[in-house]
């Protein structure tokens, strides 16, 4: 799309690194001096600590910690895990944080569907979550941020990642669910075979964006 920057970053890219590339093309944006973006890449093992996370909840700091400005609780980022930032203009897009976050679980949702995946929001519950052998389990992370109607941050997907990573935290604060992935049901493990459903799906995420939905009308 000519007025959103699709940037997917190869190799694993420095947790710091990407959240000050962020925050200044965040700043960029919102001074309408830089295109939105949506950016794709993978981090080295990192857990991320959002802005309700509880000290108790950091079980294990295996891998580095860092603070971070978004919502949310503890997160592991790592290979094998797509990880998309935002970097939208709701002041173009509706200045609703709420359809935002609605319409992003939602985009997420219909990529996952066209692989197979039959996954779903729970309103109590950030995130996206799916089914696994009967019982429900996470399979993607969202925590974002809004600056000067100005979108940061985003999502995990977890598509082959090591999911014992993920023993060193309770993930999201939820310690009475499993996390899984895409490979664990139905053995996909390429990043580039989702990033394809998303950009494919993306259209409709932004369509969606100042509507409201159906059930809320």
């Known amino acids: ?3 959103i920057e699709w940037r997917v ?34 981090h080295p093992p990192v857990y991320t600590a959002g802005t309700s996370a509880d000290p108790v909840e950091l079980v294990d700091p295996r ?10 609780k503890y997160t592991y980022h790592g290979p094998g895990q797509r990880t998309g930032y935002l970097i939208l203009d709701l002041n173009r897009r509706g200045r609703d944080v709420r359809q935002f976050v609605h319409g992003l679980e939602d985009w997420l949702i219909a990529a996952l569907a066209r692989l197979g995946v039959n996954a779903f929001s729970v309103d109590e519950r950030v995130g996206i979550w799916t089914r696994d052998g ?6 993607g992370a969202i925590g974002v941020r ?4 100005v979108t940061l941050h985003g999502f995990a997907i977890n ?5 014992s990573h993920f023993g060193g935290i309770v993930p999201c604060g939820l310690p009475e669910f499993p996390v ?17 459903a998303l950009a494919f799906t993306l259209p409709a995420f932004l369509q969606s964006l100042g509507q409201v939905r159906q059930n809320e009308a």
């Open 1 to 3: 799309m000519p007025d």
């Open 9 to 42: 970053s190869p190799g694993l890219t420095p947790y710091d690194q990407s959240l000050a590339e962020m925050e200044a093309r965040a700043t960029a944006v919102a001074q309408g001096q830089a295109r939105e973006l949506v950016w794709l890449l993978e």
């Open 63 to 72: 891998f580095p910690v860092f603070q971070t400005g978004r919502g949310g």
């Open 134 to 139: 009967g019982t429900e389990a996470k399979i």
């Open 146 to 149: 809004v600056r000067r109607w």
């Open 159 to 163: 598509i082959a990642p090591d999911l």
């Open 180 to 196: 899984t992935s895409l490979f664990a049901l139905n053995g996909v493990k390429s990043l580039e075979t989702f990033d394809e």
